[in-house]
């Protein structure tokens, strides 16, 4: 396996007409840097024409454990959050070159003109849910921990996150974003996000017999892979947790308004609403409200309408808020800071309480920054 240059974050290697891309940042649960997406872009546009390759696989490395334990993978934990709270409070523009790349590199995903394969193991949230959603064929494994949990850190489910959730059944976009709770295999495959399982082990053989014996198409490629997952699915699959609960999201996640939402859940006394609840009540009420709308809207969109929708939506959600003549901080940077800085501190939001955001607040995070020619993302 090559890097794609010295000290890569990512390697390349073509495996009997498998181009595999490994996201190489164990130690940050191979989180998306600015070079990672960057050199990603270069990988899948070069193969794009490369007559050697039929298909494109993304997996992540494996973190190196303490003593006396085994390796753990993950897919990819999402963007380098860190590196987006340091480069906003500096004014650095690399985090606007950031999501305008990444938000490219996903649409790319989604229109590669060859077979894409994500394989999920472990950490499978937000950044990496973007590059996975837009494969072809998105392999669970029983390691799978997968999560939409932006408005944990005072954002939204970018990424083409409103996308990919709106298409989910009835209102499990809604659910899934709003909450951010964490699905497992069962519950990945049972929402629609993942298409097939396997067990994580079992890619080796899969590279293994490649090498062996190379396809000469995507078509082939596609009917190799999907033989081999059929042959080492898991025995034993875990219950259901979300769609068990399908009538009750259905219930109250299509309700109008947040506040019809979380009012809704109040009247409801089963432990599955007090568990929504307390999660909620962690989550910044004002993203909650922005992320409702954003599905929604997202619903009736084409995909590159949805990345130009969620650029806005972004660029807005870092910028400084006036809140009554008083300037704060973006919820995004006191959600980081929080979270990853203060080792789980629990974040300042403003509003604190979901009866108290402001409706015309959540419009303002649609406006339009760009005139249509001068969008970052109008070339999609």
């Keep these: 396996m090559s890097p794609v240059g010295v000290s890569s974050p990512i390697l390349t290697e073509v495996v009997g007409g498998l181009g595999v891309i490994t996201l190489h940042r164990p130690q940050a649960l191979n989180a998306l840097s600015l070079e990672m997406v960057r050199e990603l872009t270069v990988v899948l546009r070069g193969w794009a024409q490369d007559r050697a390759v039929h298909g494109v696989l993304l997996r992540g490395s494996a973190r190196e454990p303490g003593a006396g334990k085994h390796p753990v993978t993950h897919f990819c934990a999402g963007g380098d959050i860190r590196f987006m709270l340091e480069a906003a409070r500096a004014g650095n523009p690399e985090v606007e070159d950031f999501f305008t790349e990444e938000y490219a590199l996903d649409h790319l995903i989604h229109a590669h003109p060859k077979p894409t394969i994500a394989w999920m193991e472990g950490v499978t949230m937000g950044g990496g849910m973007g590059l996975a959603q837009g494969c072809r064929l998105r392999v669970a494994t029983e390691t799978l921990r997968m999560a939409m949990p932006e408005t944990r850190i005072g954002l939204f489910p970018d990424v083409g996150g409103g996308y990919f959730l709106s298409r989910c059944a009835g209102a499990l976009g809604e659910y899934l974003g709003v909450v951010g709770p964490h699905l497992h295999v069962t519950d990945a495959l049972s929402v629609g996000l993942a298409d097939v399982h396997a067990r994580a082990a079992s890619l080796s053989d899969l590279l ?3 090498r062996g014996n190379p396809v000469a198409s995507g078509d082939a490629l596609m ?3 999907q033989a081999h997952v ?3 699915g898991l025995d034993q699959l875990p219950a259901a947790t ?3 609960r399908l009538e009750a999201i259905d219930r109250h996640f299509s309700l109008h308004t947040l506040v019809d939402v979380h009012a809704s859940l109040q009247a409801d006394n089963s432990d599955w609403a007090r568990a929504t609840l307390s999660h909620m009540a ?15 809207r997202a619903r009736s969109m084409p995909l590159a309408d949805v990345f130009r929708m969620e650029r806005t939506l972004v660029r807005n959600a870092f910028k400084p808020r006036d809140t009554g003549g008083q300037v704060r901080c973006a919820e995004v940077l006191e959600g980081v800071q929080a979270l990853v800085v203060d080792k789980g501190r629990a974040a300042l939001w403003h509003p604190a309480r979901i009866a108290d955001v402001d409706a015309a607040e959540v419009e303002g995070f649609f406006h339009q920054v760009w005139p249509p020619a001068a969008h970052p993302l109008r070339d999609l």
């Design 282 to 296: 962690g989550n910044s009420p004002l993203m909650m409200a922005v992320t409702l709308a954003q599905v929604r």
């Design 242 to 244: 979300v769609t068990a």
């Design 208 to 210: 293994q017999g490649l």
């Design 230 to 232: 059929a042959a080492h």
């Design 223 to 225: 009917a190799r892979v």
